[in-house]
């Protein structure tokens, strides 16, 4: 009897999960959760924040789904490494789990800069944990300061405002969105959340933490300045929780997988934000870390795991969210290069809205949709097929 | 899935797919006597769960093809989305929704809407000092949430094919089951639109904004 052995209960994990059980009924699957949650969703917890979404609805599967699948679960306990000779798992507890198949989809944690990290009322926000600590000073009144422009940045403080709070959102590129939005998509990003409450400073860093007797105080920036403030969220990516295979695997970034979800460590895969797969719209191997991408490859993974060999179509990077009321997609290549010559905008504005599309031979290769959004998923295919018969480059 | 077929290049736009749609989801019913009139609901009809487009490469059909292994679904961050088996249906539960627009970004078909209408929330459970004031009276904008068609589960069959008058929305689908049309997407090949389409499933035309074209058209 096969044994299936997970690390890791997001969205990889229990869509490898759901994949290997439906091809094998009786194999043994055993899942390894750094959390003491049932499987849950990330990318929620701004909502829950916010205050639209309870408790409850976190949790995207009902109570028995582990009993249902028939998974031997242990939760609470994390992964240390593995012996891939031996072919286990060691816990930190010492304990060594057996393995034939073996999944990382252990995700990625908030990257937070040396002694920051170190504070008490600094946090990232990556789990339910973060996220109660969050709400629970929120509710408190406490001011609240989030470093990053990017997508977790602006959720949680669209989140924050949400809540009643008044969230300042400290900023170190130009712009907000800097990763996924041209400057004038991020500027109707940037007034709309000045418009709705919540104050953007961009072209400025966290530099430190200034702290008094109760606590966190306020920060000091990197244009001298300082803001008062008794809690910092710092929302500036992810690093990838490669820990576990870090002694086996180059792991600079990610842990590389081919279109088969695999590592090169016999019988070890790799799904999630974890993984690093091919970017159609560059060819690039990069960590491309979204839930679609999460949920594909980890039935991908869970495919090949259970012996039905099956090939991953690629990552193509896109985002959606909601500022405060302003719909935002970005999808593909955003950025044009300096020498694009085979390159090409066409631009589209009206009131509140504002439409980019790139072309790269022709061919659409991007968008940027801000205020009308809705006909995203047919460019989505588009770019899909542009990028499918465009050599990696 | 749902016995429903679409085909575009019937349709000539005449819109009363939307109005039985709009009147039997959520205002009088068909048999009541109310007619399209200019091939459109009034302004304060209620929304349709579907959506006509005339454009220069002809009519666009925006509904839900109840796909087998939907995008949707696989992009929900919300678990509101899901396959009904036993409906042979894709549908949504509003109650979990948050209006995120991942599904609007995935589908292929331009199905997913989000209306908003004048939705604004003052934040509850914050003290008054935390409380902002920057729009006169600290209210934020408040998400909508997701619509699309739900196969007339309490209707019985489909509205839009039933007044369709050119055949471009026909029930009773392909004649293809379910664990048939699982197999055929596995195989790369699905049925809709009267016809087959490739199960990465996009749009036949490239679309247009400004003056810059890119004409995918059909390869491969």
Redesign the interface.
Known sequence: MAKFVIIGASAAGTAAIREIRALDREGDITLISEENHRPY?K??LT?YIA???PFQ?LF??DEDFFSRMKVNAVMGTKAVRIDPDRRTVELENGRLVPYERLLLATGGAPSISGDLGQDPDVTGLRTISDAEAIKRR????AAIAISGGGLVGIKLACGL??????PELIVSSPHILSQVADDEAAILAERQL????VRVRTGVDVKGVLRGPGGLEGISLSDGGTLPCRMLAVCKGVKPNSGPVSNHLPAWRGVRVDARMRTGLPGVFAAGDVAETQDLTSGEFRVLAI??HA??QG?IAGRNMAGRPENY?GSLP?N???I??L???S?GAIHVPAKGGDW?????RGPGTY?K?I?RR???VGAVLVGS??????????I???A??SPAV | MLALSVDESKCNGCGRCQVACAMGHRGPSPESGLAPQNGSAPENWPAPLLHIAIEPGGARISICRHCEQPPCVDACVAGAIRVDRERDAVLLDETRCVGCWSCVMECPFGAPRIYRGPQFRRPAGATSAARHNATGDGEVPENGTMSKCDGCQSLGEPLCARVCPTGALRAGGDGHSLASRRRRWRSGRVAFAGGEAESDPGSERASRVGGAVAEAGRHG
Do not use: C, K
């Open positions: 969703s990318v929620l909502q205050g639209r979404v609805n995207l599967d929120a509710l408190e009144g405002r949400e809540a009643g709070a008044t000045e418009m709705y409450g839930w679609p949920v594909a039935r179509a896109r959606a969210l909601e405060l009321g719909p935002f997609i999808m090409d905008v066409a631009i589209e439409r599309l072309y022709g061919r659409l959004v809705l006909e995203a998923g047919r460019l989505q295919a588009e899909r097929r542009s499918h018969f």
